[in-house]
Nanobody, 122 residues
């Protein structure tokens, strides 16, 4: 059974940093893309970025490019999201997700974590 468990959320002042973690278990994630999404109050879920589990290549949403960095530790089966220069508009629940590299993020059988709250005060 695949499990994705996020941690590291919290309250931070604008301009500050947080590092989120996602512990992934239950299968080998070789050939998978691991992603971060967020949902702000009253808004649709938003793609933040994803990383190839196999080669570490990344892709980011324009809204976070240059401020957020994704990485993974294959040995620890953990995904990370380093968030710098945080803004109040980054306030959201952040979700970790996983899908096969050939699939897309809209597929119903992708894997999702429960989320971790990030709140950025102005």
């Amino acid at each position: 059974q695949v499990q994705l468990v996020e941690s590291g959320g919290g309250l931070v002042q604008a301009g500050g940093s947080l590092n989120l973690s996602c512990a992934a278990s239950g299968r080998s994630f070789a050939g998978y893309r691991m992603g971060w999404f967020r949902r702000a109050p009253g808004k649709e879920r938003e793609f933040v970025g994803h990383i190839s589990w196999s080669d570490g290549s990344t892709s980011y949403a324009d809204s976070v490019k240059g401020r957020f960095t994704m990485s993974r530790d294959v040995a620890k089966s953990t995904l990370y999201l380093q968030m710098n220069i945080l803004k109040p508009e980054d306030t959201a629940v952040y979700y970790c997700a996983a899908r096969p590299a050939w699939a897309d993020w809209k597929a119903k059988n992708n894997y999702w974590g429960q989320g971790t709250q990030v709140t950025v005060s102005s």
